[in-house]
């Protein structure tokens, strides 16, 4: 399988797609959408009421899905539009790339690289205007963008004026209220980061063409004007909505987070362990007693990493259907720490750990460890191959 069949399957089971939105790009279309097409097999592309040849060549292209309608409405509604027929698809994210070819449909890995190692976050590709020869309006432009950005939302970016992103469908914010111009993607990024989306910017590269040969639909005098105006509101709503919503929502985690020390320390050390001693002490510690301990850890793990006993704690394995934890197995881990061992633990309550000596003195729940026959690993394999069997 050659990389570019890898990243076609990588996309697929990631529920990634490509939309493209265009509007007279006609001399630059096809070569941009059949370079993706190389890479990605989903590709989406708007046509925004285009007036000139780009409608006929996209519907002459196969291998795409085309949205198209009579009237130029804008990028944000283009955006809009490619969205919602992504998730009708039932696409979980969304590459984004401008039509008139500044983009280079190759930097898609990279994008789904950032996905693959923040799953959920808004991948934005970061261009390096310095080393090109773009225009002082689009450089002043970008930097007064970014500047805005960082002062709305308190996370600055290097680049809030690019095209090229990748987008957690389900994770948007504020689609309805997206205004229809270029501004919707900085708009996109500002409700993204309010709303707690991770902002991961990643390096790509660009292509501008000579300066007779480009081909702009940015209005300077008109679209800098939205832009500020734009700006001013976004400002207010910062004021009044996004930084009160971070700062509950940091606030949230601390609070869950107090919750969660709480509910271990009083469970652990003030309940279950003197419980346990008592049930230790009172008539001895039986074989039936010890497999009631290690069915009382498993139901209380079961609880708190399935069961939602923590606030924020959403727990999903996957097992293969041949294997049955009813029969033996032994289960190696390359790594151990209480979340391993909590899920671990809501597996089955026919599990014998081999604990680390840490876990196995831990003041905590050590006496619980004990007296449910887990076994210290450095024992030695030939000290506890014999309580094993």
Request: aromatic share 10%; proline share 5%; hydrophobic share 45%.
């Amino acid at each position: 399988m050659n990389p570019m069949d890898d990243l076609k399957k990588t996309m697929s089971e990631r529920g990634i797609c490509v939309v493209i939105p265009t509007y007279n790009n006609g001399g630059t279309i096809a070569a941009v959408v059949e370079a993706t097409l190389e890479l990605c097999d989903n590709v989406i592309v708007v046509n925004d009421g285009s007036t000139d040849a780009t409608g006929d060549i996209l519907r002459a292209m196969k291998g795409i899905t085309l949205v198209d309608y009579a009237r130029n409405r804008g990028k944000g509604y283009a955006l809009k539009r490619g969205f919602a027929k992504a998730l009708e698809m039932g696409f979980a994210y969304a590459v984004t790339l401008d039509a008139d070819g500044q983009h280079y449909p190759k930097d898609i890995v990279r994008l789904v690289e950032a996905n693959i190692a923040h799953p959920g976050a808004l991948i934005v590709g970061s261009r390096d205007l310095s080393s090109i020869d773009a225009s002082g309006g689009s450089l002043f432009a970008n930097r007064f963008s970014n500047f805005w950005f960082g002062l709305q939302t308190l996370h600055p970016l290097p680049d809030t004026q690019t095209g090229f992103r990748l987008y957690p469908l389900r994770k948007l914010h504020g689609l309805s209220l997206l205004t229809s111009r270029y501004e919707a993607e900085l708009e996109l990024l500002v409700f993204s980061a309010w709303h707690g989306v991770k902002l991961v910017p990643v390096p790509i590269d660009v292509y501008y063409p000579p300066r007779e040969e480009r081909v702009s639909h940015f209005r300077p005098a008109a679209d800098f004007a939205r832009i500020s105006v734009l700006n001013t509101v976004l400002c207010f709503l910062a004021l009044l909505y996004g930084l009160p919503l971070a700062a509950l929502r940091t606030l949230s985690k601390y609070l869950r987070t107090l919750y969660s020390f709480v509910l271990f320390f009083v469970a652990s050390f003030m309940v279950v362990t003197p419980c346990v001693w008592i049930y230790k002490h009172v008539g001895g510690l039986t074989e039936k007693k010890r497999c009631r301990l290690r069915r009382l850890i498993h139901r209380t793990a079961h609880f708190v990493m399935i069961g939602h006993g923590i606030p924020g704690v959403r727990f999903t394995y996957d097992k293969a259907p041949d294997v049955s934890l009813e029969r033996p197995h032994v289960i190696i881990c390359n790594h151990q720490s209480h979340i391993d061992l909590m899920c671990l633990l809501a597996f089955s309550p026919n599990i014998i750990f081999l604990t680390n000596d840490w876990v196995w003195n831990n003041i905590f729940f050590g006496l619980l460890i004990r007296s449910a026959e887990y076994l210290p690993i450095s024992e030695g394999l030939d000290t506890l191959l014999p309580k094993l069997s």
